[in-house]
T-cell receptor, first 110, second 116 residues
Framework: EDQVTQSPEALRLQEGESSSLNCSYT??????LFWYRQDPGKGPEFLFT???AGEEKEKERLKATLTKKESFLHITAPKPEDSATYLC???????????FGKGTSLLVTP | DGGITQSPKYLFRKEGQNVTLSCEQN?????MYWYRQDPGQGLRLIYY???????QKGDIAEGYSVSREKKESFPLTVTSAQKNPTAFYLC???????????????FGSGTQLSVL
């Protein structure tokens, strides 16, 4: 059975303090790893898809990387508007829909 | 603008009552999904549909029912058999092919269901 574990559950950063969020996964044949951002009371918003180990993607202050066992979402010099819950999800050969982790709640203070 | 519309934003259910959550998309996507989100929990799949007039149970289908009579619409009914229905419900869609970024999900803004 596919498993997705995100850590930490919650993270508090000062504005400008860079850090990384972790997503560990166990799947039978990875077809894609997805990162989403979710604001309170709203639906998740797509950020990135990664397909193979060594792949990296960037968007503004966010950079996602992938290895054979985990993915990292690096946040460089975060701003308060980056505060949100970040969700990781995987799609595998044995699955029929995205399988989500529990998310990391990020708070960036001024 | 293309997107997914969920309604209502907030819904209250009385004991023994069935309620229906609406989900409409104008993205011309084949696949549609319903997820449930509880505080501090990940999204859990309730039902999914890859094509009109066909749908499959997800991981937590008990107490829920769906229909897919039109490509654009995928309503979810929370029946009285669902004993713990309070949650945030998210509808999503995807192009529906099984390769690459086309499996990316687009989400609606969600419906918060509470029990009176």
């Amino acid at each position: 059975e596919d498993q997705v574990t995100q850590s930490p559950e919650a993270l508090r950063l000062q504005e400008g303090e860079s850090s990384s969020l972790n997503c560990s996964y166990t799947v039978s044949g990875l077809r894609g790893l997805f990162w989403y951002r979710q604001d309170p009371g709203k639906g998740p918003e797509f950020l990135f898809t990664l397909y193979s180990a060594g792949e990296e993607k960037e968007k503004e202050r966010l950079k996602a990387t992938l290895t054979k066992k985990e993915s990292f979402l690096h946040i460089t010099a975060p701003k308060p508007e980056d505060s949100a819950t970040y969700l990781c999800a995987v799609n595998s050969n044995s699955g029929y829909a995205l399988n989500f982790g529990k998310g990391t709640s990020l708070l960036v203070t001024p | 603008d293309g997107g997914i519309t969920q309604s209502p934003k907030y819904l209250f259910r009385k004991e023994g009552q069935n309620v229906t959550l609406s989900c409409e998309q104008n993205l011309n996507h084949d696949a549609m999904y319903w997820y449930r989100q509880d505080p501090g929990q990940g999204l859990r799949l309730i039902y999914y549909s890859q094509i009109v007039n066909d749908f499959q149970k997800g991981d937590i289908a008990e107490g829920y029912s769906v229909s897919r009579e039109k490509k654009e619409s995928f309503p979810l009914t929370v029946t009285s058999a669902q004993k713990n229905p309070t949650a945030f419900y998210l509808c999503a869609s995807s192009i529906g092919t099984k390769t690459g970024e086309e499996e990316k999900l687009f989400f609606g803004s969600g419906t918060q269901l509470s029990v009176l």
